[in-house]
């Protein structure tokens, strides 16, 4: 991600999909009961195409096969520096195909095109070639320990990973997710999530392209209460990643201790702070809040969806930031002007309204936006509260909408206080000149990342993840690889 809205992309047209299967065992195939499911273009509500609906039986299939790619394929036996090259090929295909893949993730999630090409297509890109150059430098050490042994650590793949992503970034959320399993020699099941299934399927087919051999990555769509259950419960599954609704986190840990005590790792939601101080370039601090919050239609887990601004300079703040929710353009993602597409779903759209009634009746003043924009389609016009307090319901749960949140503050003490009276922990940002103030923040807001005048930078090579209920493990960087990996210790008498 960057942290300006991308350039004006070429105008490119949504495609026409074909009816999906699910991809199992290098196979193209039916679900086994035969159901499919809609996935729907946000910006018209109308279906895309019919996606094979995959369930328990379906699952069963996948991870039998990706056990067997694991244990008996080519994949185990394949030197890691090949399996690198592989996941190398993979990233260049998607970078091929960018256009195609831009569009399709445009239409399936509803995000404006200028983002998918400027920014999801490319960051995906970059994930996997960054796992891709980890696939043969991942080592053990020797350890010197007493008496006459010989001692050594082999990090050896974890072996099945289930991973479940949600609708938000599918095609990044993919790439943070395979890399490291891949890298590490993983095999996998994938469901992605029932409202964007489309890229997922599309990134499969240029992974089999690529060389994986078969079974190796296994592409499930379904629903959470169905496939997303069976996966996390099943006994031969060795660790499941999650991304997505922090209670929807615990039922798959819940699921993961009861089947086989699986890893998990997880990546939930967050309600981070985002603070302005008044000696802050204030232009700075206002574009990046703005982007901070709504970028991806404010359907972000890292989103500053609580901004603290200093009292001195909350007006100024206020005015800068309505002037910048009026000039948006809410629309047609293919529309190269538009700067907000619509919400993924009908329900997300009808959640995020329902905090918008919620942060009227508690007294939050609505300075702009409020209301569905145009007929068909779940748009919402940016909003803005001011006056909002700490334990209105806005302040506290994630909206997961294009709605900001601006509270008042006074002194550094306090902020620091405040942002964390939240049972998350995923992100935080600060806006000062002031290096001391910026790193007193730093080292006080308990997140997972913390921002000092910058938002939603991201790279490849840096974790991210949560503290409290944002939930635990990193992803990217070195660190994601302690989540695909066993460590196994050898002693070798050496007399
Ligand atoms: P969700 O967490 O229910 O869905 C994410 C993924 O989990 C999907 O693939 C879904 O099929 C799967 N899932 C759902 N129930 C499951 C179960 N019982 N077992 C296994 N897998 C299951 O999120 P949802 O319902 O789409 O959105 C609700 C709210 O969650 C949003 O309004 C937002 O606040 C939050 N959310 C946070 C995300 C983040 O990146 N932190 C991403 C998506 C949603
Ligand atoms: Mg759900």
Known sequence: MATKTAERPRTIKPPKVKDQPLFIGGKWQDSVSGKTFATTNPATGETICQVAEGDKADIELAVVAARKAFEQGPWGTMSARDRGVLVNRLADLIEENQEELAALESLDNGKPLRDSLAIDVPASVKCYRYYAGWADKIHGKTIPVDGPFFCYTRHEPLGVVGQIIPWNFPLLMQAWKWGPALATGCTIVLKPAEQTPLTALRVAALAQEAG??????????????????????????DKIAFTGEHTTGQIIMEAAARSNLKRVSLELGGKSPNVVFADADLDAAVDGAYFGLFFNQGQCCCAGSRLFVEDKVYDQVVEKLLKKAKSQKVGDPFDPETTQGPQVSQEQCDRVMGFIESGKKEGAKLLTGGKRVGERGYFIEPTVFTDVKDEMKIAREEIFGPVMNILRFKDVDEVIRRGNQTCFGLAAAVWTKDISKAHRLANGLRAGTVWINCYDVFDPAAPFGGFKMSGFG??????????????????????
């Open 212 to 237: 994986i051999p078969d079974g190796v990555v296994n592409v499930v769509p379904g629903f959470g209460p169905t496939a997303g259950a069976a996966l996390s419960g099943h006994k031969d599954v």
């Open 474 to 495: 990193r992803e990217l960087g070195e660190y994601a690889l302690e989540l695909y990996t066993e460590v196994k210790t050898v002693y070798v008498n050496l007399q």
